[in-house]
């Protein structure tokens, strides 16, 4: 939890990136929803998969998306197209603040 609301923070979302943040909601479901980032272990995901969960990242509601890791290239191209100007960049020595 910070100031400007819930950071959530995937070391490689292998269960499921939307079924990780559920989880998180479901324990926390009135706090503010600020930015999710890390590995969404989507670089293997069938296209079918890839749209769903770009589309329920997409509503969400997290201000902020900053996928890394094991996301994968087409998953980022294709969470920075659905989500314009709620993406950021997670190259190593990135900093961000909250």
């Given at each position: ?59 969400s509601g997290y201000e ?25 960049e997670a190259g ?7």
């Amino acid at each position: 939890e910070t100031p400007a609301g819930r950071v959530v923070i995937l070391g490689c979302a292998h269960r499921g990136v939307v079924a990780t943040l559920d989880q998180i909601a479901a324990l926390r479901p009135t706090a503010r929803l600020q930015a999710v980032m890390g590995g969404m272990h989507l670089r293997s995901a069938a296209p079918s998969a890839l749209r769903w969960t770009v589309d329920a990242l997409r509503h969400s509601g997290y201000e902020r998306l900053v996928p890394a890791h094991c996301s994968g290239l087409p998953a980022i191209a294709a969470l920075w197209a659905a989500c314009p100007g709620r993406c950021s960049e997670a190259g190593v020595g990135t900093t961000l603040s909250f």
